[in-house]
């Protein structure tokens, strides 16, 4: 996994602060508005050191179904199994010499 590098860390941090200039709303709509613009922030943060992140719990419902529901905090789960799995060695798939290929589109009768 890489740090990200300088001018990008710049350029999420001013999208950061722009989101929450005004601090987080206490409207409905808007706040899910600025929750979405942080997960984005996160989102490209995450991607650029190859892990994904998701929004889960009381944000996504808030995201989903602006008006509805607002949480107070933001709930993610990191994905980056991908970086430290191992690759397993393919084994070749032999049949057993009793078992035979039966190939519908192919049978003459």
Known sequence: MECLDEPLARELRA??????????ATDLFAHAEQVAAIMTVLDRAFRA????????GGGAIE???????????????????????????RRPRVRPPWVRAYRPALDPR
Not at 15 to 24: E, F, P, Q, S, Y
Not at 49 to 56: N, Y
Not at 63 to 86: E, F, K, M, N, T
């Open 15 to 24: 999208a950061l602060d722009a989101v929450l200039a005004g601090g987080m």
């Open 49 to 56: 050191g190859g892990l994904r992140c998701v929004l889960v």
């Open 63 to 89: 995201v989903q179904a602006p008006g509805v529901y607002l949480s107070h905090d933001i709930d993610i789960v990191v994905d980056g199994w991908h970086l430290y799995r191992r690759p397993r060695a």
